[in-house]
């Protein structure tokens, strides 16, 4: 829809006002019925102020008083309230007297003016803007039409200011001349009381992560909300504004030259639904639906998954999987379950880690990457921050909360602080930011995929030892990963001639990678299936799923001394997985095939994550409680032994000779015993009485 501007000579033919009031009373929707006028029997029904009317609506109706509205936002709003409330005088005429003003809110205007294009040629206009919001003030009262009282020589009065029609801007000026009495001296003061005030807030709408270009900061613009626009949106949330550009004094700068533009809200539209941002049209929607009828379409997404890097095939499923994402529910009594699978990759130095999760971000509908060495609590989560002109508290969002219904890639997060990394512990589980700082206490939503990768601890993965042990990672945030995977740089002839040949071929040919699927179709294909597709699990699939999970219990019951080598949170995560499997195929029920590839999955995980080094046995403890079965009976053991010999000896403690000696006996080795003990103090569970010599705390 081109929009032309008007010649002034043009406007002044137009009696906005009246073409408003006609457009109101007749103009009709798709299905015939009079649409504005239902709108406004709604309005008042609900106690509401504020009017929604379709931009192109009002184009269709009198494209003149659109392209006015466009031109000349101020005067043309104004005349469509008072049509407004014409309308509305009919309907309800005590309903006018209850309520003061009435706003025409405009919505779906033809064009996005993208944040970075916002010049100097759009003051005064209409525009409409998308972005994040990421950054909210308290609320806070603006007078928008001030009592005065003038006293000169003990004579006062009262009187309204501005005059009639008018409201006051950005600054309150009182007046020249007292309009009682006409004088310019004495004393003028506001009676706060007895002005007429509207809720206010400012917000900062910044640029979506995915329009920023590479290699520059995301750009952001002040936007003020009014009246019943507050608090419509909070932090994280992706917003359409719809608003007048304006003007004010630099606030930085002291000279009177320099102006910063600001916008006032019109309208602001919160984006109910995850990812509406990736645009899919007819033809795409055709496109995506021949490809989801092929029977390899899983092999060729799969295989779209950074296809410069040779092999790593379960990973790659497993990161298909977690952009497509399972199904999450709510159940009456409001509990979440997250449908959400989140993927950690342990590994070697030079495994393509790092561009696993740069190509991860870049395919995501609405990813964002970030490393744990650059990121703090606050940048992940949200934040609290003083403004510096002001010296208020506002709340902004981090990348969890940016990445909501998205994908949040996560590298090198065993280099996170302590600290940091707690903070991703419930956005992880419960998918929500909880903050409590500086009396503001908020709640938002990081319905995020967590995709992680981190390089081990003694920089190479040491087969002997358990995966806790491997990463700087507690095993609070072990347990809440549904797939671990450990990627291991271990020499073999044949699989490094072929890795050499296809990295080589990628440095000659880069131009002929080209991945089985085109990024944009993959990118549009997985925003189409996590919008519109929801699959249930089947009998046969739940049946299996059962029976997998209760045969892997099986092998616990019947050696109540052996390790466990599952639990219910590996029992969702399957469930998840074949939810994931079914949607790559756009299916809307699991079925066993789904079943079956979330169970190879999980298995696979297990078999290299979850063993127990030492009894080579499958044992979830290695990733829940971070030791195996084994150890932890071996650890019980020691303390034990302990207190047996403290109660002996006469010094009333055990010394580490005769600990040793013990031990030995118990068939458990000496290296173990150091490692208990030095593991037993540092948890302070034992304590050195005298040189050599340990006790237990109580």
């Known amino acids: 829809m081109a929009i032309h501007h008007l010649e002034t000579s043009e406007l002044e033919a137009i009696d906005v006002k009246e073409r408003f009031y006609e457009f109101l009373k007749t103009f009709r929707g798709k299905d015939g019925s009079y649409k504005y006028l239902e709108r406004i029997r709604q309005m008042i029904t609900m106690g509401q102020k504020s009017l929604i009317v379709d931009f192109n609506d009002l184009y269709i109706f009198d494209n003149r008083v659109a392209r006015l509205l466009i031109d000349q936002p101020d005067e043309v709003l104004k005349q469509a309230a008072e049509a407004l409330r014409e309308v509305v005088y009919q309907e309800a005429p005590e309903y006018v007297e209850e309520v003061k003003r009435f706003y025409v809110r405009v919505r779906g205007l033809p064009k996005v003016v993208p944040l970075r294009k916002l010049r100097s040629e759009y003051i005064g206009k209409l525009v409409m803007l998308e972005g994040i919001l990421v950054r909210a003030t308290p609320i806070k009262e603006k007078i928008v039409k001030a009592r005065f009282i003038h006293c000169y020589e003990g004579d006062c009065h009262e009187f309204d200011w501005p005059p009639e029609g008018e409201l006051i801007g950005e600054q309150l000026e009182k007046p020249q001349v007292c309009p009682v009495c006409a004088r310019s001296s004495g004393q003028f003061r506001v009676i706060p009381e007895k002005s007429l005030m509207v809720d206010w807030q400012r917000i900062v709408l910044q640029e979506r992560p995915e329009e920023v270009p590479p290699g520059q900061l995301p750009r952001s613009i002040e936007v003020v909300l009014q009246d019943e626009l507050v608090d419509v949106a909070r932090p994280g949330d992706r917003i359409t504004v719809v608003g007048i550009v304006r003007v004010r004094p630099d606030s930085v700068s002291k000279k009177k030259a320099l102006y910063e533009i600001y916008v006032e809200a019109v309208n602001v539209e919160v984006s109910q639904k995850v990812l509406e941002e990736v645009i899919i049209t007819r033809e795409d929607e055709e496109k995506i639906r021949a490809l989801a009828k092929d029977p390899w379409v899983r092999k060729k997404i799969i295989a779209s998954i950074a296809p410069a890097i040779y092999g790593h095939w379960d990973i790659k499923e497993a990161i298909a999987l977690a952009l497509f994402g399972g199904v999450p529910k709510v159940t009456p009594d409001g509990i979440r379950i997250r449908g959400d699978i989140h993927i950690l990759i342990v590994g070697d130095p030079g495994t393509a880690k790092s561009q696993l999760l740069q190509y991860v971000a870049r395919i995501a509908p609405r990813g964002i990457y970030t490393t744990g060495k650059g990121s703090t609590a606050a940048g992940l989560t949200a934040a609290v921050i003083r403004d510096k002109t002001t010296g208020e508290y506002y709340l902004e969002a981090g990348a969890l909360v940016l990445a909501d219904g998205g994908v949040a890639a996560i590298d090198e997060i065993d280099k996170m602080r302590d600290e940091d990394r707690v903070a991703i512990h419930e956005a992880m589980e419960q998918q929500t930011v909880s903050i409590a700082k500086a009396g503001i206490v908020a709640r938002l939503n990081a319905r995020t995929t967590v995709i992680a990768a981190g390089n081990p601890k ?241």
Request: hydrophobic fraction near 40%; proline fraction near 5%.
């Open 458 to 698: 003694f920089g190479r993965y040491i087969p002997n030892r358990t995966l806790a042990e491997n990463i700087n990672l507690p095993v609070t945030i072990l347990s809440r990963f549904d797939l671990i995977f450990i990627l291991r740089d271990t020499p073999n002839p044949d699989y490094d001639r072929r890795l050499a040949r296809h990295i080589l071929r990628v440095h000659a040919e880069a131009e002929k990678v080209k991945p089985e699927i085109p990024p944009d179709l993959l990118k549009k294909y997985i925003s189409y299936a996590r919008r519109y597709v929801r699959p249930r699990l089947t009998p046969e699939a739940s049946k299996l799923i059962e029976e997998f999970f209760v045969e892997m219990r099986k092998l616990a019951s019947e050696n109540p001394e052996g390790p466990i080598p599952i639990t219910a949170r590996q029992l969702e995560a399957l469930a998840r997985l074949a939810e994931a499997h079914a949607k790559m195929a756009l299916k809307e029920e699991v079925t066993v095939e789904d079943a079956e590839a979330a169970i190879r999955l999980m298995k696979s995980f297990l078999e290299s994550a979850g063993m127990d080094v030492e009894s080579g046995k499958i044992d979830i403890d290695v990733i829940m409680t971070g030791k195996p079965r084994s150890k932890q009976e071996k650890l019980s053991r020691i303390i034990e032994i302990i207190e047996e010999l403290e109660e002996e000896s006469e010094e009333g403690c055990a010394k580490i000779k005769n600990i040793v000696k013990k031990a030995a006996a118990e068939g458990i080795e000496s290296s173990f015993v150091d490692e208990a003990i030095r593991m037993l103090r540092r948890d302070g569970i034992i304590y050195e009485k005298s040189v050599g010599c340990y006790a237990v705390v109580r």
